[in-house]
């Protein structure tokens, strides 16, 4: 399955438009990770387990918006954007959706 943030993909042509598809997942923070994570803002500096829990929930909800595009019978996903929310003082969603879409190589 291709996925391209562009509306269009270079050497192909779109036959055929599916429809609007998207994944998401909800991550919620772990209280050990949170004071590590404080400790980690009096000093400064990269968060890495939020940074690592992040990318893990965007690949999760990429992999569901390409399963629902697959149900679909799109071989491509067009116009691809991620976006995220706090859903609760402890949890984040992460979305990502796109437009599924038949290409043909030209």
Do not use: C
């Amino acid at each position: 399955m291709l996925v391209v943030t562009t509306p269009d993909i270079a050497h192909a042509r779109i036959v055929q438009t599916l429809g609007v598809v998207r994944g998401s997942t909800i991550q919620s923070r772990h209280i050990g990770k949170d004071i590590l994570a404080f400790l980690k803002m009096l000093i400064g500096g990269e968060i890495r387990n939020y940074t690592q829990m992040m990318a893990q929930a965007r690949e999760e909800s990429m992999q569901r918006m390409v399963d629902m595009a697959q149900a679909m019978g799109a071989n491509a996903v067009v116009n691809m954007r991620f976006t995220s929310v706090a859903v609760m003082s402890t949890a984040a969603e992460s979305l990502a959706y796109g437009t599924a879409v038949i290409i043909e190589e030209v």
